[in-house]
């Protein structure tokens, strides 16, 4: 029988940090998102099949998760979403390829332009919402109400720190 306090793997702690499981359990919820998104049917068939194809990538959910709806700016959003300005600039030149957003005038600088959510981004941000709501409750009834709770407090209380 191994002691705790001297084990085996002195670098097992390398896979089991706070860090390490925070990135696992984020890329295994955003896979069960873009999974139920991608069985969706108010999502436009060509999202949807991106999707699907797993086409569409955990980046690409930046958009989704920090575009508001009324547009924002490329700095913006690549602020929101801890990118650079060129990477975030290469998502949307995807997004708006797949019909996502377009880009358009800045109502406050005319030199500036305002990315926005077409009328089949829109549809794919309210079914970002639905799958979002369920892979929640999935993750409640995989750990508990109680844990879910308890997880959520510790994140929002450490992520507003």
């Not at 305002?114 to 995989?142: I, K, M, Y």
């Not at 508990?144 to 709770?149: M, N, P, R, S, V």
Request: with cysteine.
């Amino acid at each position: 029988m191994s002691d705790p306090a001297f084990p085996t793997d002195p670098d097992a702690w390398r896979q089991t940090h706070l860090g390490r499981l925070l990135g696992h359990a984020m890329r295994r919820f955003d896979e069960r998102v873009l999974a139920l998104m991608a069985h969706d049917i108010e999502v436009p068939l060509a999202l949807s099949n991106l999707a699907a194809r797993a086409q569409v990538s955990a980046a690409h959910i930046h958009i989704t998760r920090h575009l508001a709806r009324e547009g924002s700016r490329l700095t913006e959003l690549a602020e929101r979403a801890g990118m650079t300005k060129q990477a975030m600039g290469a998502l949307v030149d995807q997004c708006e390829a797949w019909g996502l957003v377009t880009r358009g005038p800045d109502p406050l600088d005319a030199r500036a332009r305002r990315v926005l959510f077409t009328p089949d981004g829109l549809a794919w941000l309210d079914a970002f919402r639905r799958a979002v709501t369920q892979a929640e409750r999935e993750f409640r009834a995989s750990v508990g109400d109680e844990i879910a709770t308890v997880v959520t407090i510790g994140l929002e209380a450490y992520t507003a720190g």
